[in-house]
């Protein structure tokens, strides 16, 4: 399994499209730094772009890494190789390729310019977005058949969970408004991986002061331990979640 | 010039009456109550370096106290230590610690009541439950006096600066640290408070009610527990203060309850949870005031009407300005906003198309509270940037006509 790892590995980065996505990153955090003084400021615009950006690069990328080694796949499938072992390496190829990216791309100048707790919560926070898309991005795939409709679903999907289930929520706000809602919102945050890592992330900044009573009341849930024990845990379910049903279609898929 | 001589000859022979005290703990007279029952009408009592517990000590003639290198008056957290009930009263350069806490009277390091032209000047107050306490006051001045207390309960300390019912008072120069709320006025009117620091206090830097026609100039609030706070007051100028990290929930930079006819001119806020919360304010003028980096700069309540807002300066804070109504009452004119994209195409300093200060989102955030927790997600940013190009739910008329392209020069 190692081994099937360790080539596809190689295989992605010999594609240049990773270190292309890295520079951009590297890059895009340079430059807020340098624009922004206040390191929190900073944090706070690159938090925009790692909401939106990393999300929508882990799934896409993904979803055409898997159409493009399918033929790889099938003849991987023809050795006496266990099927999992081929499905879980391809996972943690790609997931190790764009996690180093991610944390080469955003860690690294991060940590440059602050050391804080918010910018650990920031690459942890960012590493596990891109887990999680990935696994939806495999999920995408292996429950379509051809590359246009893989790449159909995983946009779908990045757009459902950036955009389409915040629309969601504030409906849900807007028709129960006469209700504390405040344990329900926190119940829905945890469904989005999307929202949650935005949440830890405007927390651990010193501006939920700004957010009222709901934010003294998140602060209190997500400020212990436990909070983020629970809010980590949470997106690697997010992560856990699709692949496993990505996997088990995977074992029993006609390819 | 003979009358002048007379004059002058009278003014000594009335000075040289005067007598002098000298209280010491060596000397003749140990104790400064028994200076004051010694003393005439206008003498001067001096007090020397020395450690006095002399309980609650009542100064009910016109005398002057003068303290001599500090010394030190304890009130051995039991007593009121200077109760002041005459005019014409100075008590100046004492340090005076452990005031008494009651809960039923308001003691204090230097209490006055039914007085006029009260000097209280260059004291340094320590651990006080009231530091300077005046009631029914008139024409008095209190300076350069020092207030520190390390309150950590709002039940066991009271205010630093109190006044209750007093005219034409004047507070300048003073620094208070730790009290409940800095300087507190109730029913104060005609006083002028002046390059006072009020910082640190467990509720309100500055706290009034009820007090017209007061001037408030050059002061620093800094870092006080709940902000500012003024209420049911008319003919209040502020210029030149600085309202500084008031930062916290519910914790404003300054709070505007029922103020009418004043004036807010050449004031700095700088990151404050809130700089202005205003609710049913009227006629009142907001000019070259710079706003910086403060969570909301103004939250306008739709109950505000007359006012205007003009040639300030809005820079980095998250909310320009936040409102809960589609009615303005209000008039904004001429300001900065850093977040103005509009152009200037005769070059005249004047932006061609009107700047809408107020977001979608900071609506709908005042409208249903729990949905701060969608703050800036990809769709708040959506919502608000499709607003901006065709406003539907923000007020159209709460607009600034004439937003400047370049900052004002505000030094303060």
């Known amino acids: ?109 991060v940590t440059l310019f602050s050391q804080g707790m918010d910018t650990v919560y920031l690459i942890i926070s960012g590493m596990l977005l891109t887990l999680v898309f990935v696994a939806l991005a495999f999920c995408a795939s292996v429950l379509t058949r051809d590359k246009a409709k893989g790449i159909g679903v995983s946009l779908l999907f990045w757009f459902y969970f950036t955009l389409i289930y915040d629309g969601f929520v504030l409906y849900v706000i807007y028709a129960f408004n006469d209700y504390p809602l405040d344990k329900v919102t926190l119940a829905l945050v945890s469904l989005n991986p999307v929202d949650l890592a935005r949440i830890i992330i405007l927390l651990k900044l010193d501006i939920s002061a700004l957010m009222g009573y709901t934010g003294a009341f998140y602060k209190q849930f997500f400020g212990s331990s436990m909070g983020i024990i629970y809010s980590f845990v949470f997106l690697l379910i997010w992560a856990a979640l699709p692949l496993s049903i990505s996997l088990r279609k995977f074992l029993k898929k006609d390819i | ?257 029922e103020i009418s006819e004043s004036m807010i001119e050449d004031n700095l806020f700088l990151r404050n949870t809130v700089a202005i919360y205003m609710e049913a304010c009227s006629r009142s003028n907001f000019r070259g005031n710079e706003f910086r980096e403060n969570g909301w700069g103004i939250k306008l309540q739709a109950s505000c009407d007359d006012n205007v807002f003009e040639k300030n300066n809005f820079i980095a804070n998250s909310f320009d300005m936040g409102t809960n109504g589609s009615m303005t009452l209000n008039t904004i004119d001429s300001n900065y906003w850093d977040k103005y994209g509009g152009y200037d195409l005769n070059s005249d300093g004047v932006g061609d198309v009107p700047f809408h200060p107020v977001s979608l989102y900071s609506m709908i955030v005042e409208k249903m509270p729990t949905s701060v927790m969608l703050w800036r997600s990809f769709l708040v940013f959506l919502l608000d940037r499709a607003e901006k190009v065709i406003p539907v739910v923000t007020p159209e008329n709460l607009k600034d006509e004439a937003p400047v392209m370049k900052s004002y020069d505000i030094s303060i």
């Not at chain 2, 001067?44 to 003068?66: D, P, Q, R």
């Not at chain 2, 500090?70 to 100046?92: C, Q, S």
């Not at chain 2, 350069?93 to 000097?119: C, P, Q, T």
Request: aromatic share 12%; proline share 1%; hydrophobic share 45%.
């Open chain 2, 1 to 257: 010039m003979r009358l002048f001589f007379i004059l002058y000859l009278t003014f000594l022979a009335m000075s040289s009456m005067a007598t002098t005290w000298t209280v010491s703990p060596s000397g003749e007279i140990k104790t400064i109550k028994k200076a004051i029952q010694l003393a005439d009408k206008g003498d001067t009592i001096l007090v020397t370096k020395g450690h006095y517990k002399e309980g609650n000590i009542i100064v009910a003639k016109e005398v002057v106290l003068i303290g001599i290198d500090y010394p030190v008056i304890d009130g051995e957290y039991k007593y009121e230590v200077f109760t002041i009930t005459a005019d014409n009263v100075t008590v100046r350069s004492f340090s005076i610690i452990n005031v008494g806490i009651s809960s039923l009277n308001d003691w204090a390091a230097i209490g006055g009541e039914n007085a006029k032209n009260l000097y209280i000047a260059n004291n340094k107050i320590e651990r006080a439950f009231f530091g300077i306490h005046l009631a029914n006051c008139k024409s008095s001045l209190v300076e350069n006096n020092t207030l520190t207390a390390a309150a950590v309960a709002e039940n066991t300390t009271g205010n630093g600066i109190h006044m209750w019912k007093s005219d034409k008072i004047t507070v300048r120069n003073n620094t208070v640290d730790g009290h409940r709320d800095g300087i507190y006025f109730e029913f104060v009117t005609n006083s002028l408070i002046e390059n006072n620091t009020s910082k640190n206090n467990l509720r309100y830097g500055l706290h009034f009610m009820f007090s017209h026609d007061d001037e408030y100039n050059e002061n620093l609030f800094m870092n006080n527990g709940a902000g500012i706070a003024v209420m049911y007051s008319r003919g209040v100028t502020m210029r030149r203060n600085r309202f500084e990290e008031n930062w916290g929930a519910s914790v404003f930079g300054l709070l505007l309850k």
């Open chain 1, 1 to 109: 399994m190692i081994k099937i790892a360790k080539y596809v590995l190689l295989d992605i980065l010999r594609n240049r499209f990773v270190i292309l996505y890295t520079f951009f990153l590297f890059l895009v955090t340079l430059s807020m730094f340098s624009l922004e003084g206040n390191s929190d400021k900073a944090i706070l615009s690159l938090l925009n772009i790692i909401l939106m950006v990393v999300p929508l690069v882990s799934i896409i990328f993904t979803t055409i890494h898997f159409f493009n080694s399918y033929e790889f796949i099938e003849l991987l499938l023809s050795q006496p190789i266990n099927r999992k072992a081929i499905f879980l390496s391809e996972f943690s190829a790609v997931s190790i390729a764009l996690c180093l990216a991610y944390v080469i791309g955003v860690g690294v100048p």
